[in-house]
């Protein structure tokens, strides 16, 4: 069984800052990419940004320069650091990790959820 727990959310003015957490736990052999995406209501998962094994970054376009995502291999964590928060970038943010189990996979897994919400 794999498990991601995110953490770190809240509520924070426009122009604040928040660092997300994402631990993921269990039979985990590997975690390739751990990934963030975003949901408000009414509308679709969003991708925004994903960390390699390796170390490299991406970030959709609306939150490059703001957000910063890096992770810790050896404690199997992610983490979203949020700079300059817009109201816009108010939702949910779920973790994502493509992941071998005992050797197998891969499999993606995902996180509860966690809210963060940017009051103008």
């Known amino acids: 069984q794999v498990q991601l727990v995110e953490s770190g959310g809240g509520l924070v003015q426009a122009g604040g800052s928040l660092r997300l957490s994402c631990v993921a736990s269990g039979s985990i052999s590997r975690i390739r990419a751990m990934a963030w995406y975003r949901q408000d209501p009414g509308n679709q998962r969003e991708w925004v940004a994903t960390v390699t094994i390796g170390g490299i970054t991406d970030y959709v376009e609306s939150v490059k320069g703001r957000f910063t995502i890096s992770r810790d291999n050896a404690k199997n964590t992610a983490y979203l650091k949020m700079n300059s928060l817009k109201p816009e970038d108010t939702a949910i943010y779920f973790c994502?990790?493509?992941?071998?189990?005992?050797?197998?996979?891969?499999?993606?897994?995902w996180g509860q959820g966690i809210q963060v919400t940017v009051s103008a």
């Open positions: 994502s990790a493509d992941l071998f189990r005992l050797g197998v996979g891969p499999y993606v897994y």
